[in-house]
T-cell receptor
Framework: GESVGLHLPTLSVQEGDNSIINCAYS??????FIWYKQESGKGPQFIID?????DKRQGQRVTVLLNKTVKHLSLQIAATQPGDSAVYFC??????????FGAGTRLFVKA | NAGVTQTPKFQVLKTGQSMTLQCAQD?????MSWYRQDPGMGLRLIHY???????DQGEVPNGYNVSRSTTEDFPLRLLSAAPSQTSVYFC????????????FGPGTRLTVL
């Protein structure tokens, strides 16, 4: 499949451990944030989102935390599984449609 | 539903050649967009459309043209390919703007020699 992000930051975790992927966003006026997962050879896939009026949102095994004071976003994955191995992108929107993507973090899950 | 489909999956061009990357969606989404993805970088928006007959430029539009004659299709045209356009191209669609989820196609890997 396509090679995505040859020089990305990498996080390596043991299967069953929790993973935390961090992201610094650029625009203090951004009001909507999204995390995407991209597996090799595939397009990005929506994981979870959060609006700027929230600090935390939980999904199935995933939690997103938003700290607007320091413009920081994190994705927590509980009980990480081999199928979670992928590149993870954060993205921000400042009203409207245009989405700005971060460079991504590669997650390796060791069995 | 097939979702968002893209063709071709791989393409090699010579400098100066032109071609069209195809994108189609069967979800009746109003919003469609094209991104390029380069190593070590996030996706960058090339062009987008908020409905049939309406298109607008994104972050990196130079060297690319788009049109939206139907709701389903949103082709991306490279007028005169350059090595700097070597990239992976993704098409995405969403029902509307704002907080609606974007659905991405599988991508087209383009190499310009």
């Amino acid at each position: 499949g396509e090679s995505v992000g040859l020089h990305l930051p990498t996080l390596s975790v043991q299967e069953g451990d929790n993973s935390i992927i961090n992201c610094a966003y650029s625009n203090s006026a951004s009001d909507y944030f999204i995390w995407y997962k991209q597996e090799s050879g595939k397009g990005p896939q929506f994981i979870i989102d959060i609006r700027s009026n929230m600090d935390k949102r939980q999904g199935q095994r995933v939690t997103v935390l938003l700290n607007k004071t320091v413009k920081h976003l994190s994705l927590q994955i509980a009980a990480t599984q081999p199928g979670d191995s992928a590149v993870y992108f954060c993205a921000e929107r400042t009203g409207g449609f245009k989405t700005i993507f971060g460079a991504g973090t590669r997650l390796f899950v060791k069995a | 539903n097939a979702g968002v489909t893209q063709t071709p999956k791989f393409q090699v061009l010579k400098t100066g050649q032109s071609m069209t990357l195809q994108c189609a969606q069967d979800m009746n989404h109003e919003y469609m967009s094209w991104y390029r993805q380069d190593p070590g970088m996030g996706l960058r928006l090339i062009h987008y459309s908020v409905g049939a007959g309406i298109t607008d430029q994104g972050e990196v539009p130079n060297g690319y043209n788009v049109s939206r004659s139907t709701t389903e299709d949103f082709p991306l045209r490279l007028l005169s390919a350059a090595p700097s356009q070597t990239s992976v191209y993704f098409c995405a669609s969403s029902y509307a703007s704002g907080t609606d989820t974007q659905y991405f196609g599988p991508g087209t890997r383009l190499t310009v020699l």
